[in-house]
């Protein structure tokens, strides 16, 4: 009212009443951090979780989930190098001298996304390093030297040097000189002239007479330069052989004197008769 007028009544009555307890609604705490990936590479998952702080009562508004979970570490792993064992080693390149040997092996698996890289695929050994044998090597033969003989099998030699030795067993030199017959073809043989024998008995015991000796004569063999026998197989000479026949000393006088002319042209040839 205004100006000295009646009250209004109240506009508005209240009262007490129940209708029951008011609803409380679920209260959750905040979330906790996330768990650690279940897997470092290849998509793992991870989880967190809250709890409740308030239950919801009376119909107030119940709770939401209290755990979640996530994909985690999505990239491909790594993927490792894989490779076998080596195998045996090859076959030395040499015999001697030093060689070497190899094996080698080839990846199983190769390497990805940042894996492990692969280890060496080859190996190589020194093998065989004893020293190679060195044969002998010699010079060529030398020309045959003179023969010792010129007829009736005669030697000659010829050498040659060492131009390398035997070293490590290897082949050996073998000889050095070799030595083969030569001339072989017999020698000749000259005239062998045997020495005259005695003269013979004179032809007459007195007067003018003669006397002969001989000798033998060997006969060159084999030609060629060999010395052929002169023809003076015999020997003659003619003289008085006794100068008087009447008288016997005379005669042997004669006879002496005969003989000693003989002996002093012994080996002339015939003398002309008188």
């Known amino acids: ?6 009250l209004c009544p109240t506009a508005a009555a209240s009262k ?20 650690t990936c279940t897997k470092s590479c290849g998509s793992g998952f991870q989880q967190r979780g809250r709890s409740v702080t308030k239950h919801p009562e009376h119909g107030g508004y119940t709770c939401p989930f209290l755990s979640d979970m ?22 030395c390149t040499v015999t001697c001298g030093g060689g070497t040997q190899a094996r080698s092996r080839i990846a199983a698996v190769n390497p990805s996304h940042g894996g492990k890289a692969c280890p060496h ?24 030297g003179s023969c010792s003989k010129s007829c009736g099998q005669g030697s000659h030699s010829r050498s040659r040097s060492t131009v390398r030795v035997t070293a490590h067993g290897g082949v050996g030199c073998g000889v050095f000189t070799q030595v083969q017959n030569c001339n072989v073809h017999p020698c000749p043989v000259d005239c062998v002239e045997g020495a005259f024998g005695a003269w013979s008995t004179c032809t007459t015991s007195c007067g003018a007479g003669s006397q002969k000796r001989s000798r033998t004569h060997v006969e060159p063999t084999f030609g060629r330069r060999a010395h052929r026998c002169p023809d003076r197989r015999a020997d003659r000479r003619a003289d008085r052989c006794a100068d008087r026949c009447t008288d016997r000393r005379a005669h042997g006088r004669a006879d002496r004197r005969a003989h000693g002319r003989a002996e002093g042209r012994a080996d002339f040839r015939a003398l002309p008769r008188r």
């Open 70 to 91: 996530r994909a985690c570490n999505g990239q491909s792993c790594p993927v490792d190098c894989i490779v076998p064992d080596f195998g045996a080693f090859s076959q």
């Open 1 to 6: 009212m205004t100006d000295g007028g009646k």
């Open 121 to 144: 695929f080859a190996e190589t050994r020194a093998c065989n390093a004893k020293p190679c044998p060195v044969d002998c090597v010699v010079s060529a033969w030398g020309a045959w």
């Open 16 to 35: 007490s009443c129940d209708a029951g307890p008011c609803p409380v609604h679920c209260a959750v705490s905040a979330w906790e951090p996330w768990s």
